[in-house]
């Protein structure tokens, strides 16, 4: 599945005041750690990049990656546990074996919708949905995070509080 169709911004990274793009940081506390530097996997199917707001797994490269940054990939939010999700690259999509952005636990971050969602409701993403985050309601799979806005449309931009962190699958029945 491609995530440009959505992502796609005919906005200049050199204008003054940016619109809210997905992936972008929202309500940040300085320093923000949740915000980590990650290398996108080499071998990452995404050959042609992926922009922000697309959640991310932990990869294991082997006898390779000893050491250095975390490696990430494209997480299916359905069966792997969510590392985090990219934070937007204003430079274009990141490409694989480049440096990512990725915005962790409690971090806020701004996404598309899938559908109309209120506040307050957790919420799942995957590839299949072209990154767009959607109630756990409307399909069962792993709890990215919480709608901090209300969205009322199809692909409105809202934020989303990330309640993921790598290491578990967390259920919508938890």
Known sequence: MAF???FASSQN???FN???LPGSLDLQSNPNPEVITCRLNPSSSYTTGIPGAVPLK???LGGSDTDGVPIVDVADA???PTYGVSVINTKGLTLPGNQIQV???GAIVRM???AAINRGLRVITDASVGGLVQTIVAKTGNVLGLTLDKATANNQLIRVQ???DGTSLRSVSS
């Open 4 to 6: 440009t169709s959505f």
């Open 13 to 15: 990274a050199n204008q």
């Open 18 to 20: 940016q619109a809210a």
């Open 58 to 60: 932990l990869v294991d």
């Open 78 to 80: 359905l069966t792997d």
């Open 103 to 105: 915005a962790r636990n």
């Open 112 to 114: 598309g919708a899938k």
């Open 162 to 164: 990330i309640l993921c």
